[in-house]
């Protein structure tokens, strides 16, 4: 099954977790870059209002297709119980793009859910499987049980 897994991450967390995904699912990775700067104390406050208004953003033009994959896997951070506007903004430009997805995000403590949820309304695709992470399992590399979880289900035939 061709696999890819495309990322947004503003501090690495996100980052740190696609870039295992990629290797244990041999597939190729992909980050959402947002042009809008997102660094920074004044920035992140920005970047905060921007998610809580369900804000887009522009984001630079991916070099993969979704279309020419079996399986795309979406990361994204959870910032302030939101999506962030880049992330919202790849899966709207790519939402009939997809043939199976599956999701994960990473959180300092909560809002995942309600993520979960709206990726799957904004690309119109109800994802194999999805997983959460706290940046505390990330940073203290906890996370092994629930990434060997989450590859399995991806592994899985699709059940109908």
Known sequence: MKTLVVFYS????????????????????????????????????????????????????????????????????????NLPPAVRTYLFENQMRFSKTAFFCTQRSAGAEDILKEMEELCEETPQASMVLTKREVMKKEYSKKLKEFVGALKKPEQK
């Open 10 to 81: 503003r501090t690495g967390t996100t980052k740190k977790v696609a870039k295992m995904l990629s290797v244990l699912l041999k597939a190729d990775l992909e980050e959402i870059i947002d042009t809008k700067n997102r660094n920074g104390f004044i920035n992140y406050l920005i970047s905060t209002i921007d998610a809580i208004q369900k804000k887009y953003t522009k984001i630079k033009k991916t070099e993969k297709d979704p279309a020419d994959y079996d399986l795309v896997v979406i990361g994204t951070p959870v910032w302030f119980y």
